[in-house]
């Protein structure tokens, strides 16, 4: 892992002190005797803006750190393995593609949550794929055979009556040739991220429909992506980690209330992608849906069922043990 970003010298000055939803949460006062903090995130994700606005804005001086980002582009196995052994202190991810591998034991905690949404499914309407029930027999492509996409999109399936393994066939592609390979017919729809499934939409006008999303029925109020520490951490300096979930749901808040600032922040560490166009992509997130506590806890639980039920988890794992287990509340 390499750093990225270094701590701006200067911030934008002043703003009264920010409060989270539900009065849960309040900002605490600039300490000049900041904590360390090594922070591991994807610097291509632009539903991880929050981590840009936190930096750029001050959230995290605020909330007495001072936080180095580390751009981390390997496995989620490996991530995980690099704050179990002290290489980064916090990350954020996916909570679908982290619940497997904390199954496994590593010692991290899920500590906090930024947002939901980011996760879609789209049909070629040349193919016929207007819905759930049309992908039977069909082929889906993804650019990850253990991605979030497949993972979630399957218990989507197996809820709609639709076995994922024996109904319909995955295949894996670059992200950026998965519409080349639905013009060549070799799938039907497409289970991916944005912004990549934006791009998809956007140079092949009218061609896909959106089937599904992780913010469909049910899911609309669910969280993905999450904020992990590790296990020694929590254990030790509980009021470190409490301040990075206070900055983390500020500045998600400030997102939620600032698309078109937060994404001309952001602009400068996605340039393939343009500001109009990330401004829309922020407007599909829930910002607002970042829970903390025993609202995380139940959702990681709710999750934990799901992925049970369809073999991303044993059998033998109890949700409700596995929740409390891979779950930690700083803020209590």
């Known amino acids: 892992m390499n750093p990225n970003f270094s701590r701006r010298s200067l911030l934008r000055a002043g703003g009264a002190a920010v409060v989270a939803s539900g009065g849960l949460i309040a900002s605490q006062a600039f300490s000049q005797q900041s904590r360390k903090l090594t922070f591991a995130w994807n610097a291509t994700a632009f539903c991880l803006s929050p981590v840009v606005v936190a930096q750029e804005r001050g959230y995290f001086e605020r909330n007495g750190l001072q936080v180095d980002l580390i751009n981390y582009t390997g496995s989620t196995d490996q991530l995980l393995e690099s704050l179990a052994t002290a290489k980064a ?10 619940l497997k591998p904390l199954e496994s034991g590593f010692d991290v905690k899920i500590v906090g949550s930024s947002h939901g949404g980011c996760v879609r499914l789209v049909g070629a309407k040349s193919a016929g794929v207007t819905d759930l029930a049309s992908l039977k027999g069909k082929t889906i492509g993804v650019s990850d055979i253990a991605s979030p996409g497949k993972n979630f999109f399957s218990i989507l399936l197996a809820k709609n009556g639709i ?6 066939v995955w295949r894996q592609y670059p992200a950026d040739l998965l519409d080349i ?17 934006y791009l998809i939409e956007k140079r092949n006008q009218g061609a896909f429909v959106e089937v ?10 669910k969280v993905c992506c999450i904020v ?3 296990g020694e951490l929590v254990r030790k300096d509980k009021a470190t980690v409490a301040s990075l979930v206070r900055a983390i749901v500020q500045a998600s808040d400030y997102v939620a209330e600032n698309p078109n600032e937060s994404a001309k922040l952001f602009a400068r560490y996605s340039p393939k992608v343009a ?22 806890r139940d ?15 044993k059998k033998t794992t109890d949700p409700v043990r596995f929740a409390e287990h891979v779950s930690f509340d700083p803020l209590a």
Do not use: C
């Open 89 to 98: 202190d916090a990350a954020v991810g996916m909570i679908h593609r982290w």
């Open 163 to 168: 076995d994922a393994e024996k109904d319909v």
């Open 181 to 197: 390979a639905v013009k060549k017919g070799e799938i039907q729809a497409i289970a991916d991220g944005d912004p990549n499934i």
């Open 212 to 221: 599904a999303s992780n913010l469909s029925g049910e899911y609309k109020d």
């Open 228 to 230: 992990g520490a590790r």
């Open 275 to 296: 500001v109009e166009d990330l401004r829309a992509l922020l407007g599909t997130l829930t910002h607002k849906h970042h829970p903390v506590g025993r609202n995380l």
């Open 299 to 313: 959702e990681v639980e709710f999750y934990a069922r799901d992925f049970r039920g369809v073999g991303v988890l």
